[in-house]
């Protein structure tokens, strides 16, 4: 090719020179030379700019990874807070969001908690290290791929937005209820422990990633003012301090009373008129099996309200039940004989223990459906003991705002899942820790029991807060030997005693004179053993204290038939050769008084250690005698289900029940049985108004083909064809004073007193608007509900310095 310019006639001219000096061959080499020259500063250069790139190349790449590792982990902490507050919805109470906690607490220390969500630094959470795949790199330069990848994630809880100037973390879970706010902060990390897991070595992330959520919890408080038509029903019978076996002889139980000229649903007034002659036998069998005699009203009782905070101060019954004032948080409760002894041989009913009276709203009385005692004029009160710091004599009972309800009517799985009561004791707010949740046996007994501090006790007591009794040993463990077990039991004291005297721990009527003289307070307080009291009085454990109504975590959940009316369930006898209703075996959670029964009566320790008892067993027949199981309507109209009624022994045998006409008996072939259909509490097939208020007789009902329904008889209860009450018939044929079973036709019966009765419904709820006596009456309910959005508001996803937040 043709050279022209500059270097071509340089090159003309070295080249010439270059052959006479040096010859053809030097020239060449000499070329080659400069080439080379050429070739290595070109090469050089491109090497200065390559590494100068592969630098920054390398950075980006690293950040990048982090990025995306701390993204990995926001979205996942993202996740837990959206999947944990949809669980906590429909909540009664804020103190629902410490459930925003783990149970597990955080140890970063410990490899195996990695992959796990725990409570961390008071009230946040931290899930501490997850790689993005299980292959670990130790090599001291990272290959920058997913297997040096990790995050770590942490949510912080604030009451204000925690970018406003004056924001402050929450600390302590108690004040996780204020949460509006929740701080997610995912951290992105490449080869996070290079040396192993020693402690120390761990580096600081590369990438973080942070958002805000508002989470907009709030409550909304509803006022409802209920007004009633009071249509009858057992409910309120009464709290039988010592009765219907009395140790007083000349006040026997089951006997004739003549109540011509008492109204229609109205309780008797003025003097009691007995039908035959007060005398030393304890109970007229004869009266009983002919169906006259009924529960002498001496050995009733009524338990009332106050309407002003109890006090030590010994009060009349004036000062007691003051009508211009309603019961409120700290009103005590008294006892008063539904008839007492006017002078010799002359005995009256006691007004403020009529259920159609002025008194009315004050001494009806609600067993619920969570085990606490209520005032049915206002729900929102319970019958609250005294805690576990109370150790020393008797104290009031009063009546106290009701704390959160747990159980079998909230929680289909809490005698199957420990969680579910395990919830409840962490809960400070429960009716469990406010002393509010009462089992029956015979009488009441709180649902908690109080331990002393040792061994397993001491090991279960120190994984609970400081500020729950279950701390201090209350409710959990097993009951102990040797009397390091208390129990706390609600009775009345002495007539006449202050509230704080020791007094009389018997109650016998017609020891209590009533208006306007003395009355019994209702006292509880913590012991080994009841031995000393009603608890265990010889006959008084055959059939004593009926309970109020219903019979709270008994019913169809627990395999018991329980009457609405009386709270009695069906109950086999001991030779498995007849059926009756009693007082039910109520359990609540970990705690069974059949099972403890040796331990509540004093009567020896030996027989646990500490194991919880087998309460939710269902092979386990032999600690009670009211098992029973049906199949139950599940329709959402109550439409019926066909069902044979099945009862069980103390072996496990099943016995059906058996209708002929109106005799309920029992058999053991099951081809013999009879097929009830049941209708649940749903069902508005029939109804029945009175003055206004429409009722449903068929509903909670078991009926035969032939339009009887199974029915509860109490002694003195009749059959009333008319509206008048004028076609009577005795139901009542048994000579024990236990309630009967009967087939009779559905929705026709009264009571002694004319009143229309609700004992043919069976595992419903009660409505409480319904008490004995014709009038009305009103009150009124607060009902809280907590609103927790199901999708949080989520901030901008933004980069955020380390040092600025906490990670």
Request: aromatic share 10%.
């Amino acid at each position: 090719m043709k050279q022209t310019g500059l270097w071509s006639r340089l090159n003309r001219k070295y080249r010439a020179k270059l052959r006479e000096r040096m010859g053809e061959r030097g020239a060449a080499m000499m070329l080659a030379i400069l080439f080379v020259m050429v070739v290595l500063t070109t090469a050089a250069l491109v090497m200065t700019t390559l590494f100068a790139q592969a630098i920054p190349y390398k950075s980006n790449k690293e950040n990048s990874q982090a990025n995306y590792a701390a993204e990995s982990g926001l979205e996942v902490g993202l996740s837990y807070l959206q999947e944990t507050l949809e669980k906590l919805q429909g909540a009664s109470s804020l103190d629902a969001l410490l459930g925003l906690l783990p149970a597990t607490s955080a140890d970063t220390s410990n490899s195996a908690k990695d992959g796990t969500f725990t409570k961390y630094e008071g009230a946040s959470v931290l899930l501490n290290h997850v790689a993005l795949n299980k292959v670990d790199s130790v090599a001291d330069t990272a290959s920058y791929t997913p297997d040096d990848l990790s995050y770590r994630v942490r949510i912080n809880f604030y009451k204000d937005d925690p970018d406003g100037a004056s924001a402050t973390m929450i600390t302590n879970p108690s004040d996780l209820k204020d949460t509006q706010y929740a701080e997610i902060i995912g951290t992105g990390f490449v080869n996070r422990y290079k040396d192993g897991r020693a402690s120390g070595d761990a580096r600081q992330p590369q990438a973080l990633k942070r958002a805000v959520c508002k989470i907009g919890a709030s409550t909304d408080t509803t006022t409802t003012t209920h007004s009633a038509v009071a249509g009858g029903g057992r409910m309120g019978m009464g709290f039988y301090a010592a009765a219907p076996y009395n140790r007083l002889d000349s006040q026997f139980v089951w006997v004739p009373v003549d109540y011509t000229g008492v109204n229609l649903g109205s309780d008797p007034s003025g003097e009691v008129k007995f039908s035959a002659a007060v005398s030393s036998d304890r109970t007229d069998f004869d009266g009983l099996e002919k169906g006259v005699a009924t529960l002498n009203p001496v050995n009733r009782t009524c338990m009332l309200a106050t309407t002003i905070p109890v006090t030590n101060e010994k009060k009349t019954i004036a000062e007691n039940l003051d009508l211009s004032k309603t019961p409120q948080a700290g009103s005590g409760l008294i006892l008063l004989p539904a008839a007492y002894n006017a002078g010799g041989d002359t005995y009256k009913y006691t007004e403020e223990c009529r259920t159609d009276g002025a008194y009315s709203s004050l001494n009806t009385w609600v067993y619920y459906k969570d085990n606490s005692i209520r005032l049915a004029s206002n729900m929102n009160l319970c019958v609250t003991g005294v805690s576990v710091e109370d150790a020393d004599g008797k104290a009031p009972a009063t009546l106290q705002k009701c704390g959160t309800s747990y159980g079998v009517r909230y929680q289909s799985d809490y005698y199957t899942d420990e969680a579910a009561q395990q919830a409840e004791k962490s809960d400070p707010d429960s009716l469990l820790n406010k002393y509010q949740k009462w089992i029956f046996y015979n009488g009441f007994i709180n649902a908690g029991y109080w331990n002393e501090m040792t061994g397993e006790v001491s090991a279960e007591a120190a994984k609970y807060k400081s500020l729950l009794p279950e701390s201090k040993g209350y409710s959990v463990a097993g009951v102990q030997r040797d009397k390091k077990t208390r129990f706390q039991r609600l009775e009345p004291t002495h007539y006449g005693a202050a509230p704080n005297n020791e007094g009389d721990p018997h109650f016998a009527g017609g020891n209590i004179k009533a208006t306007p003289y003395e009355q019994a307070y209702m006292v509880t307080k913590w012991t080994s053993n009841f031995s000393d009291s009603y608890f265990s009085n010889g006959a008084d454990m055959e059939d004593a204290t009926a309970s109020f109504s219903q019979a709270g975590e008994a019913g169809y959940l627990t395999n018991q038939i329980v009457n609405s009316s009386s709270g009695f369930c069906t109950v086999l006898s001991a030779d498995g050769k007849s059926v009756y209703t009693d007082t039910c075996d109520v359990r609540t959670g970990d705690f069974d008084a059949k099972c403890y029964q040796k331990s509540i009566m004093g009567q020896g320790f030996d027989f646990v250690t500490t194991h919880f008892c087998p309460t939710a067993d269902k092979e386990n027949f032999n600690f009670t005698s009211d098992r029973a199981d049906y199949d139950e309507d599940s329709s959402a109209d109550g439409s019926g289900k066909t069902t044979t009624i099945r009862l069980y022994d103390t072996n496990g045998g099943v016995h059906y029940l058996k209708a002929e006409g109106s005799a309920v008996g029992l058999t053991t072939d099951i081809n013999d049985a009879t097929k009830f259909t049941r209708y649940n509490e749903n069902n508005k097939t029939k109804s029945v108004t009175i003055d206004g208020k429409t009722q449903y007789p068929w509903a909670g009902t078991f009926q035969t083909a032939s339009d009887l329904c199974l029915t509860e008889i109490y002694p003195g209860d009749y059959v009333a064809n008319d509206e008048n009450g004028k076609d009577i018939k005795r139901q009542y044929n048994r000579k024990d004073g236990h309630a009967m079973l009967k087939m009779l036709k559905c929705g026709a019966n009264r009571d002694v007193r004319g009143r229309i009765i609700k004992s043919q419904a069976w595992n419903a709820d009660v409505d409480y608007g319904h008490k004995g006596g014709f009038g009305s009456y009103t009150w009124t309910t607060e009902t809280t509900t907590v609103t927790i959005p199901s999708n949080t508001n989520l901030s901008a996803v933004v980069d955020s310095n380390v040092s600025k937040t906490k990670w």
